[in-house]
Protein backbone atom coordinates (compact mmCIF):
# COMPACT_ATOMS: atom_id res chain seq x y z
CA UNK A 1 0.00 0.00 0.00
CA UNK A 2 0.71 3.39 -0.86
CA UNK A 3 2.15 5.83 1.93
CA UNK A 4 2.84 9.14 2.57
CA UNK A 5 4.61 11.06 5.10
CA UNK A 6 3.66 14.45 6.06
CA UNK A 7 6.39 15.71 8.36
CA UNK A 8 4.57 18.03 10.66
CA UNK A 9 8.02 19.82 12.15
CA UNK A 10 6.16 22.37 13.28
CA UNK A 11 4.71 19.83 15.89
CA UNK A 12 8.01 19.78 17.34
CA UNK A 13 8.64 22.62 18.30
CA UNK A 14 8.58 23.31 22.37
CA UNK A 15 6.43 26.11 21.78
CA UNK A 16 3.24 26.58 18.91
CA UNK A 17 5.17 28.81 16.27
CA UNK A 18 2.10 30.60 15.82
CA UNK A 19 1.95 31.80 19.15
CA UNK A 20 5.72 32.84 19.29
CA UNK A 21 5.09 34.74 15.73
CA UNK A 22 1.67 36.96 17.96
CA UNK A 23 3.21 36.87 21.08
CA UNK A 24 7.01 37.64 20.59
CA UNK A 25 7.47 41.02 20.19
CA UNK A 26 4.76 42.04 22.77
CA UNK A 27 6.44 40.22 24.86
CA UNK A 28 9.46 41.55 24.43
CA UNK A 29 8.08 45.02 24.30
CA UNK A 30 6.54 44.63 28.04
CA UNK A 31 9.49 42.84 29.71
CA UNK A 32 11.93 44.35 27.97
CA UNK A 33 10.66 47.49 27.13
CA UNK A 34 12.30 47.44 23.42
CA UNK A 35 11.37 45.53 20.56
CA UNK A 36 14.34 44.21 18.87
CA UNK A 37 14.67 40.78 20.21
CA UNK A 38 10.98 39.79 20.15
CA UNK A 39 11.33 40.93 16.62
CA UNK A 40 14.33 38.61 15.70
CA UNK A 41 12.22 35.58 17.83
CA UNK A 42 9.39 36.91 15.71
CA UNK A 43 11.29 36.75 12.11
CA UNK A 44 13.15 32.93 13.53
CA UNK A 45 9.75 31.62 14.24
CA UNK A 46 7.94 33.29 10.82
CA UNK A 47 10.94 31.00 9.41
CA UNK A 48 10.60 27.65 10.50
CA UNK A 49 6.40 28.32 9.99
CA UNK A 50 6.72 29.06 6.77
CA UNK A 51 9.18 25.88 5.99
CA UNK A 52 7.37 23.91 7.79
CA UNK A 53 4.29 24.93 6.21
CA UNK A 54 5.61 24.66 2.26
CA UNK A 55 6.99 20.79 2.95
CA UNK A 56 3.66 19.22 4.52
CA UNK A 57 2.18 21.22 1.54
CA UNK A 58 4.33 19.85 -0.90
CA UNK A 59 3.43 16.43 0.68
CA UNK A 60 0.19 16.76 0.98
CA UNK A 61 -0.53 17.48 -2.93
CA UNK A 62 -0.13 13.32 -3.28
CA UNK A 63 -3.15 12.59 -0.61
CA UNK A 64 -5.73 10.99 -2.36
CA UNK A 65 -9.09 12.52 -0.63
CA UNK A 66 -12.12 10.54 0.16
CA UNK A 67 -15.50 11.29 -1.95
CA UNK A 68 -17.87 11.11 0.99
CA UNK A 69 -20.67 11.04 -1.25
CA UNK A 70 -19.15 8.08 -3.01
CA UNK A 71 -18.36 6.08 0.36
CA UNK A 72 -21.15 7.31 2.47
CA UNK A 73 -23.78 8.39 0.72
CA UNK A 74 -23.81 11.76 2.52
CA UNK A 75 -21.64 15.17 2.50
CA UNK A 76 -22.52 18.80 3.36
CA UNK A 77 -24.90 19.81 0.89
CA UNK A 78 -26.77 16.40 1.27
CA UNK A 79 -28.02 15.15 4.56
CA UNK A 80 -31.35 13.81 5.15
CA UNK A 81 -33.01 15.89 8.76
CA UNK A 82 -33.40 13.58 11.59
CA UNK A 83 -36.82 14.24 13.41
CA UNK A 84 -37.00 15.31 17.53
CA UNK A 85 -38.20 11.63 18.13
CA UNK A 86 -35.71 9.77 16.12
CA UNK A 87 -32.86 11.98 18.34
CA UNK A 88 -34.28 10.91 21.67
CA UNK A 89 -34.53 7.81 20.49
CA UNK A 90 -30.99 7.46 19.23
CA UNK A 91 -30.08 9.46 22.82
CA UNK A 92 -31.70 6.44 24.41
CA UNK A 93 -30.30 3.65 22.57
CA UNK A 94 -26.41 5.06 22.18
CA UNK A 95 -27.22 5.98 26.58
CA UNK A 96 -27.92 1.71 26.80
CA UNK A 97 -24.31 1.18 24.66
CA UNK A 98 -22.67 3.38 26.94
CA UNK A 99 -23.56 1.81 30.02
CA UNK A 100 -23.44 -1.81 29.20
CA UNK A 101 -19.69 -1.19 27.15
CA UNK A 102 -18.22 1.37 30.56
CA UNK A 103 -14.67 1.53 31.00
CA UNK A 104 -12.95 3.96 33.33
CA UNK A 105 -9.92 3.50 31.68
CA UNK A 106 -7.46 6.27 32.32
CA UNK A 107 -4.40 6.71 29.48
CA UNK A 108 -1.90 9.34 29.06
CA UNK A 109 -2.37 11.51 26.46
CA UNK A 110 0.16 10.78 24.54
CA UNK A 111 -0.95 6.92 24.20
CA UNK A 112 -4.42 7.89 23.65
CA UNK A 113 -2.96 10.16 20.48
CA UNK A 114 -0.84 7.49 19.21
CA UNK A 115 -3.64 4.86 19.38
CA UNK A 116 -6.37 7.69 17.61
CA UNK A 117 -4.09 7.94 14.95
CA UNK A 118 -2.92 4.61 14.27
CA UNK A 119 -6.54 3.39 13.94
CA UNK A 120 -7.46 7.18 11.97
CA UNK A 121 -4.87 6.13 9.66
CA UNK A 122 -5.59 2.52 9.16
CA UNK A 123 -9.34 3.73 8.53
CA UNK A 124 -8.39 6.53 6.06
CA UNK A 125 -6.36 4.10 4.21
CA UNK A 126 -9.50 0.96 4.26
CA UNK A 127 -11.29 3.97 2.05
CA UNK A 128 -8.83 5.42 -0.10
CA UNK A 129 -5.91 2.48 -0.89
CA UNK A 130 -3.32 5.11 1.25
CA UNK A 131 -1.30 5.27 3.72
CA UNK A 132 -1.22 9.09 5.22
CA UNK A 133 1.08 8.79 8.14
CA UNK A 134 1.48 12.21 10.38
CA UNK A 135 2.74 13.88 13.37
CA UNK A 136 0.82 12.43 16.96
CA UNK A 137 1.91 15.06 19.15
CA UNK A 138 -0.50 17.50 20.82
CA UNK A 139 0.05 20.32 22.79
CA UNK A 140 -2.02 21.74 25.54
CA UNK A 141 -2.35 24.72 25.04
CA UNK A 142 -2.62 27.63 22.25
CA UNK A 143 -3.22 31.67 22.13
CA UNK A 144 -5.92 30.39 20.01
CA UNK A 145 -7.90 29.50 23.33
CA UNK A 146 -8.02 33.27 24.52
CA UNK A 147 -9.49 34.32 21.39
CA UNK A 148 -11.93 32.03 20.98
CA UNK A 149 -13.03 30.76 24.55
CA UNK A 150 -15.71 27.92 23.39
CA UNK A 151 -13.28 26.36 21.23
CA UNK A 152 -11.53 22.95 23.54
CA UNK A 153 -9.50 22.33 20.59
CA UNK A 154 -7.54 23.35 17.52
CA UNK A 155 -5.46 22.55 14.54
CA UNK A 156 -3.51 24.95 12.38
CA UNK A 157 -4.32 23.60 9.07
CA UNK A 158 -0.47 25.13 7.03
CA UNK A 159 1.40 23.13 9.54
CA UNK A 160 -0.89 20.58 11.30
CA UNK A 161 -0.26 21.74 14.93
CA UNK A 162 -2.97 20.65 17.27
CA UNK A 163 -3.61 21.91 20.93
CA UNK A 164 -6.11 20.26 23.21
CA UNK A 165 -7.05 23.23 25.87
CA UNK A 166 -8.31 21.59 28.76
CA UNK A 167 -8.86 17.93 29.82
CA UNK A 168 -11.76 16.47 27.63
CA UNK A 169 -11.65 12.99 30.13
CA UNK A 170 -13.80 10.40 28.21
CA UNK A 171 -14.52 12.69 25.16
CA UNK A 172 -10.55 13.63 24.62
CA UNK A 173 -10.03 10.36 22.30
CA UNK A 174 -12.85 11.65 19.97
CA UNK A 175 -11.75 15.68 19.90
CA UNK A 176 -7.63 14.23 19.16
CA UNK A 177 -9.04 11.90 16.29
CA UNK A 178 -10.96 15.10 15.10
CA UNK A 179 -8.01 17.55 15.45
CA UNK A 180 -5.87 14.33 13.46
CA UNK A 181 -8.30 14.43 10.72
CA UNK A 182 -7.81 17.96 9.96
CA UNK A 183 -3.53 17.45 9.84
CA UNK A 184 -4.32 14.58 7.91
CA UNK A 185 -5.55 17.50 5.08
CA UNK A 186 -9.30 17.38 5.31
CA UNK A 187 -10.67 21.09 6.50
CA UNK A 188 -14.22 20.64 6.79
CA UNK A 189 -15.45 20.15 10.49
CA UNK A 190 -18.53 17.56 9.12
CA UNK A 191 -15.60 15.63 7.78
CA UNK A 192 -13.17 15.56 10.74
CA UNK A 193 -16.57 14.47 13.04
CA UNK A 194 -17.46 12.15 10.70
CA UNK A 195 -13.61 10.47 10.20
CA UNK A 196 -12.87 10.64 14.28
CA UNK A 197 -16.31 9.12 14.80
CA UNK A 198 -16.19 6.46 12.45
CA UNK A 199 -12.38 5.31 12.69
CA UNK A 200 -12.92 5.27 16.72
CA UNK A 201 -16.85 3.56 16.41
CA UNK A 202 -14.65 0.53 14.32
CA UNK A 203 -11.60 0.17 16.48
CA UNK A 204 -12.45 -2.83 18.55
CA UNK A 205 -11.13 -0.37 21.44
CA UNK A 206 -13.25 0.16 24.49
CA UNK A 207 -12.07 3.51 25.53
CA UNK A 208 -12.16 4.68 21.80
CA UNK A 209 -15.53 2.94 21.21
CA UNK A 210 -16.69 4.68 24.38
CA UNK A 211 -15.37 8.36 23.70
CA UNK A 212 -17.13 7.62 19.46
CA UNK A 213 -20.76 6.70 21.30
CA UNK A 214 -20.36 9.53 23.57
CA UNK A 215 -19.10 12.67 21.10
CA UNK A 216 -22.67 11.52 19.13
CA UNK A 217 -25.03 11.16 22.07
CA UNK A 218 -23.50 15.01 23.17
CA UNK A 219 -23.77 15.88 20.32
CA UNK A 220 -27.96 14.32 19.81
CA UNK A 221 -28.68 16.44 23.04
CA UNK A 222 -27.34 19.69 22.07
CA UNK A 223 -29.58 19.66 19.13
CA UNK A 224 -32.86 18.63 21.23
CA UNK A 225 -31.50 21.47 24.24
CA UNK A 226 -31.22 24.15 21.18
CA UNK A 227 -35.09 23.22 20.15
CA UNK A 228 -36.76 26.29 22.21
CA UNK A 229 -35.74 29.53 24.04
CA UNK A 230 -31.56 30.55 24.19
CA UNK A 231 -32.03 31.62 27.29
CA UNK A 232 -32.84 28.27 28.87
CA UNK A 233 -31.09 25.83 26.24
CA UNK A 234 -28.66 24.63 29.38
CA UNK A 235 -31.30 23.50 31.82
CA UNK A 236 -33.36 21.60 28.67
CA UNK A 237 -29.78 20.31 28.20
CA UNK A 238 -29.22 19.01 31.95
CA UNK A 239 -33.00 17.54 31.61
CA UNK A 240 -31.98 15.40 29.19
CA UNK A 241 -28.98 13.88 30.56
CA UNK A 242 -30.27 12.99 34.09
CA UNK A 243 -33.50 11.41 31.90
CA UNK A 244 -30.66 9.07 30.34
CA UNK A 245 -29.75 5.98 32.26
CA UNK A 246 -26.03 6.71 32.14
CA UNK A 247 -23.03 5.56 34.06
CA UNK A 248 -22.11 8.60 36.80
CA UNK A 249 -18.57 8.72 35.29
CA UNK A 250 -20.22 9.57 31.85
CA UNK A 251 -22.92 11.50 33.70
CA UNK A 252 -20.84 13.66 35.01
CA UNK A 253 -18.52 13.88 31.41
CA UNK A 254 -21.89 15.26 29.98
CA UNK A 255 -22.64 17.51 32.49
CA UNK A 256 -19.62 19.23 32.43
CA UNK A 257 -20.32 19.73 28.81
CA UNK A 258 -23.58 21.98 29.65
CA UNK A 259 -24.08 24.74 26.78
CA UNK A 260 -24.59 27.68 28.45
CA UNK A 261 -27.31 30.01 27.87
CA UNK A 262 -27.23 33.11 25.92
CA UNK A 263 -27.68 35.61 29.18
CA UNK A 264 -24.34 33.99 30.60
CA UNK A 265 -22.00 34.40 27.66
CA UNK A 266 -19.87 37.26 27.63
CA UNK A 267 -20.10 39.50 24.54
CA UNK A 268 -16.99 38.62 23.08
CA UNK A 269 -17.62 34.86 22.73
CA UNK A 270 -20.69 35.51 21.36
CA UNK A 271 -19.29 37.72 18.58
CA UNK A 272 -16.52 35.08 17.95
CA UNK A 273 -18.82 32.37 18.03
CA UNK A 274 -20.91 34.33 15.17
CA UNK A 275 -17.57 35.25 13.10
CA UNK A 276 -16.48 31.05 13.15
CA UNK A 277 -19.78 30.66 12.24
CA UNK A 278 -19.44 32.83 9.19
CA UNK A 279 -16.01 31.55 8.47
CA UNK A 280 -17.27 28.31 8.21
CA UNK A 281 -19.83 29.09 5.67
CA UNK A 282 -17.51 30.97 3.60
CA UNK A 283 -15.51 27.84 3.27
CA UNK A 284 -18.39 25.92 1.89
CA UNK A 285 -19.50 24.47 5.02
CA UNK A 286 -22.55 24.95 6.92
CA UNK A 287 -21.54 26.79 9.78
CA UNK A 288 -21.19 25.19 13.67
CA UNK A 289 -23.85 23.72 13.23
CA UNK A 290 -22.34 20.96 11.61
CA UNK A 291 -20.20 19.71 14.70
CA UNK A 292 -24.24 19.20 15.95
CA UNK A 293 -26.91 18.63 13.56
CA UNK A 294 -24.42 17.87 10.80
CA UNK A 295 -22.68 15.38 12.48
CA UNK A 296 -25.82 13.77 13.42
CA UNK A 297 -27.42 14.26 10.30
CA UNK A 298 -24.26 12.84 8.25
CA UNK A 299 -24.36 9.53 10.32
CA UNK A 300 -28.35 9.27 9.97
CA UNK A 301 -27.91 9.51 5.96
CA UNK A 302 -25.01 6.98 5.99
CA UNK A 303 -26.54 5.02 7.82
CA UNK A 304 -29.84 4.96 6.18
CA UNK A 305 -27.70 5.22 2.59
CA UNK A 306 -25.53 1.70 4.03
CA UNK A 307 -29.06 -0.10 4.85
CA UNK A 308 -30.41 0.58 1.27
CA UNK A 309 -27.69 -0.56 -0.25
CA UNK A 310 -27.42 -3.78 1.83
CA UNK A 311 -31.39 -4.66 1.30
CA UNK A 312 -30.96 -3.54 -2.51
CA UNK A 313 -27.66 -6.31 -2.25
CA UNK A 314 -29.36 -9.14 -0.70
CA UNK A 315 -32.97 -8.58 -2.91
CA UNK A 316 -30.53 -8.55 -6.06
CA UNK A 317 -29.09 -11.84 -4.70
Known sequence: METIRIPNLATESPIALSDVIVAAPLASRLLLGVSPVGRILQTAAIGWYAGSALVDWV???????????????????????????????????????????????????EKVAREVDRHLTAYIASLTGQRVETSTNVRGFGLASLMMPFAVGACDILTGDVAIYRDMGYLEPHLIAHEFVHRKGYWKELHAQALAYLSLAGSGD????????????????????????????????????????????????????????????????????????????????????????????????????????????????
Not at 88 to 106: M, N, Q, Y
Request: glycine share 8%.
Open 206 to 317: PLLVQSARLERLHRQLKVLSAEGPEDSMGERYQASVSELDLPEELFKALEKLKPADAGVQSGWSRAMRTVYDERMKLTGQNGISDYDEGFTNFLYTFERSRSARQSGERAAV
Open 59 to 109: ERRGVRKIDFMTEFGADVEHLEEMSSAERESEATALAGKLHDGLTTEKRPR
